[in-house]
């Protein structure tokens, strides 16, 4: 596999994140807000995102992974790193690079909403919404993609390309090389 051609531009990210941020801010205007950033693939969003964020907000971080299979998302994810905040009674909006089956998210957000957070919503800037195994409700969506694997702002293949500054399509270049990791 190799990068292919870009998908989505840097422009267009910032033009994205932008509206989401506005619309983030008056929705959550005269409210407390803690975002939660799930890593590794979120951190390119969040700090972003947060700039055009205009309200007071919290920042914490999430990691996960998926139990078994690197291309198959069994819906059971490990907890890497908890929230260092509590959020009971708190507004949380979860900041994700993309939403592919929906397991992680749903998993995620079932994790969450047993702490009884004030509200809980979730904002992306990928939403592939063909494919999707678990509906999810989400937000804030910067763009709606097909099923075709994408790299760069943060999303990787094999560990690689997250520092791209756009979304690039990874194309198939005849080889066989490891998959991708979640
Ligand atoms: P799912 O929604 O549970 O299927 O898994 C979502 C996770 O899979 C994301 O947080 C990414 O880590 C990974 N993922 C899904 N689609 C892509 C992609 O196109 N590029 C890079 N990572 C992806
Ligand atoms: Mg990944």
Redesign the pocket.
Known sequence: MKVGDVLISEDEIGAALAEMGAQISKDYEGQDLLLVG?LK?AFMVMADLARHITTPVEFDFMAVS?YGAATQ?S?VVRILKDLDTEIEGRNVLII??????????SYLLKSLQVRRPASLRVAALLH?TGIQRVPIDVSYTGFEIGS????GYG???GGLYRNLPHIAL?VDDGGDDAS?E?
């Open positions: 799930v693939g998926s998302t819906g994700e690079d993309v939403i592919d089956s929906g397991l992680t998210l592939k075709e694997f994408v790299v999303l990787d293949y990874m991708p979640r």
